[in-house]
């Protein structure tokens, strides 16, 4: 049996105390990934996107989510597990910053991998690294780009779940589809979904990533497809009733 390549990798984030850190410091004990950057983008989550997920979760996960957050991990940071782990790491408010590029390229990568940075990238930043830059999309595509997809593949009735890795374009999405992990919903809700997608499926979907790295892709043209917005009141209430 061929024994893989050890591959090089920069992490693109936003700090987070739970699922992404917890990818983050399982992987960092991984003999096929060499961590050489983590690039934290300061975000702000808004007021708006709190409501959806509260309304969208419901009570007794969200007080989970309180006591977790605010007892258990409270001084959980990405940051701190990369001097804990002597992992280089740059927090910047501008991924898009010329200087974060140049810091990404001299690292001489195999991928450059977004986990979960909700912020536009600019031709500069995608141009730089066409072959390399890939997105982890929480939902599988072509069919649902954008936002809470796997909330409307719930709404929707469709039959599976999912995470997708695909290269970043300069459209939403769009860029070529390099592995989908997906498994039947099953009447879960979306919570439990999310936990499978944060606590399995992501780390077979790194693998599959990895084993596919430089081969050749299609451009996979989705411009006419649709592109999933936060949620309105009465999709919302579809969803709990």
């Not at 997920?53 to 940071?77: A, D, H, M, T």
């Not at 595509?141 to 954008?146: D, E, K, S, V």
């Not at 596919?212 to 009733?241: C, R, W």
């Amino acid at each position: 049996m061929t024994r893989l390549k050890k591959s090089k990798v920069v992490f693109l984030v936003s700090e987070d105390k739970f699922f992404i850190y917890d990818f983050i410091l399982k992987i960092s004990n991984n003999p096929r990934v060499d961590i050489k950057l983590i690039i934290i983008q300061e975000y702000n989550e808004k007021i708006k996107r709190k409501l959806i997920l509260s309304l969208l979760f419901g009570f007794w996960n969200c007080l989970i989510l309180f006591y977790e957050l605010f007892f258990k991990r409270s001084s959980n940071s990405i940051a701190k597990l990369c001097k804990n782990k002597k992992i280089k790491f740059v927090s910047t408010n501008n991924l898009n910053d010329s200087k974060i590029i140049n810091k990404i390229k001299k690292q001489n990568v195999d991928l450059i991998i977004n986990l979960n940075v909700m912020k536009i990238f600019k031709k500069n930043l995608i141009n730089k690294f066409k072959k390399k830059l890939v997105n982890f999309h929480p939902g599988i595509l072509p069919n649902y780009r954008g936002l809470y997809s796997t909330f409307y593949k719930i709404i929707n009735k469709d039959k599976y779940f999912g995470i997708t890795s695909h290269y970043i374009r300069n459209k939403i999405d769009e860029g070529p589809i390099i592995s989908i992990i997906k498994q039947k919903i099953n009447g879960r809700k979306l919570f439990d979904c999310y936990k499978i997608i944060y606590l399995k499926m992501i780390y077979k979907l790194l693998d599959e990533t990895l084993r596919k790295k430089g081969k050749s892709l299609k451009e996979n043209k989705q411009s006419n497809l649709k592109i999933y917005k936060s949620p309105n009141l009465i999709q919302i209430l579809k969803y709990k009733f």
